[in-house]
């Protein structure tokens, strides 16, 4: 079992990597260790944490499947048999900043992101989408009035909510695709996916922990401090622009639209939106 491993391992080095491999497949690639500390030289995917530096090399990946006609070609059939579909309406969301969509999926590392499964480029699931919009309605639209007690017909379970978004008994009106990464369209950033960080600062404070208190023997929480040793956490974020679809009534679909559009540009799509991630740009597709 031993020397199968060692052979697996060694066909995956990067040395071996084909030029054209799949960033998702490579991200679920096997590691023999994840310590060490988390710095990374400039322009360069080496770090004496081989997470870090296994997040820049997917990163990489990506970034050069974008560069390729294979990744620009599917995306040209899958524009056209959206187009093929009645009462589509096709938009454009553009990253704000960074977005990361898939970070607690399950994985085989910490930290993950949605990556399309045949090419390994990030994307937005129609689900996630959705499940946005009807958030944002719920929240914003469905509490009525200013300090009014009572819902509206857009909260969740209201008439509008239902006729939109559906039941577990009944389906919406209007149909939510998944986003696609337009090819070329994170050029200026330096491709389509980065490696990023999140530094937990005070991680035994966040934890929760306690110490015992030596004039009383009492276990007291533990403070935050100047000296707290930060933890740094690494995953992947992803830019660029994205190929929105809906389709439905007009009248619904424009709604689904416009809710879509402010959740997109309020609250956010995918995690850490309270962090300033996932914040995305609505408008027509012109392409």
Sequence with gaps: MRS??????????????PIDCNAGLW????????DGKSSIKPDECTSDNPLTEHFCRVANIA???DQTGIYERFFKRWKASLRAIDGICLLEATVLGRMVVGLGAESVLENSIA??????????????????????????????????DSLNDWA?????????????????????????????????HGGPLHPDVITVHHPEYYQGKK?????????QSIPPADWDS??????????????????GAEGW?????????????????GAKTSSGYGRMKLADYQG
């Design 156 to 188: 969740k379970g209201g008439k509008f909510h239902r006729e939109l978004f559906g039941t577990t008994e009944l389906s919406g009106c209007v149909s939510f695709y998944d986003a696609l990464y337009i090819p070329n369209s994170a050029k200026e």
């Design 253 to 269: 679909r424009d709604a689904a639209r416009t809710i879509l559009a402010n959740g997109l540009t309020h609250m956010g799509v």
């Design 63 to 65: 970034n050069k499947q």
């Design 4 to 17: 199968s491993l060692k052979i697996k391992y060694e066909h995956l080095s990067i040395e071996n990597k």
């Design 211 to 219: 110490k015992l208190n030596p004039g009383n023997d009492e276990a």
């Design 115 to 148: 990556l399309q499964h045949t090419y390994g480029m990030p994307y937005i699931p129609g689900s996630a989408l959705k499940g946005l919009a009807s958030s944002f309605a719920h929240q914003r639209l469905g509490q009525g009035a200013a300090n009014a």
């Design 230 to 247: 930060p933890t740094i956490i690494s995953f992947l974020s992803a830019t660029g622009k994205y190929l929105v679809a809906l389709s």
């Design 27 to 34: 991200l679920d690639r096997y590691l023999p260790q994840q």
